[in-house]
């Protein structure tokens, strides 16, 4: 079984995927609405995306725009990250901070050597953490 993070998005889709690519790295495939077979029904969309996957080593983020008027700002999740070490977590974290809201800064906690959380200028809320060992495989990390 894989549990994949799917966001939805209110127009945005496309510049908030390419910046997670830019700041996560993976491959970015995006599919507009004006490619689909919905194209006809849907021209005030065509420009928007009707699927974006993200994918890197073993992740996945998936996306879309959600039609006018049906948007919902995300709340009650994060997307959590955990990061092979202090120095990649912080790098991620800094990246996804860039003109988001640091919820709680980036600092060693009793659980992690590195862990903060921000809500990206997209609105979506990420977690990002690492362990508190370096070398020990703790917690939820999978």
Known sequence: ?????????DGNCG???TFYQSVLGGELITMPYGDTPMAADMPDMADKMAHACLMGDGWTIMASDCPAGTFEPMKGMNISIHAPTVEQAREYFNGLAEGGTVIM????TFW???FGMVTDKFGTPWMVNTDLDQNSDQGCSN
């Open 1 to 9: 079984m894989k549990v994949i993070s799917y966001l939805n998005f």
């Open 15 to 17: 510049p908030a995927m």
């Open 105 to 108: 800064g980036f600092e060693e």
């Open 112 to 114: 992690s050597k590195g």
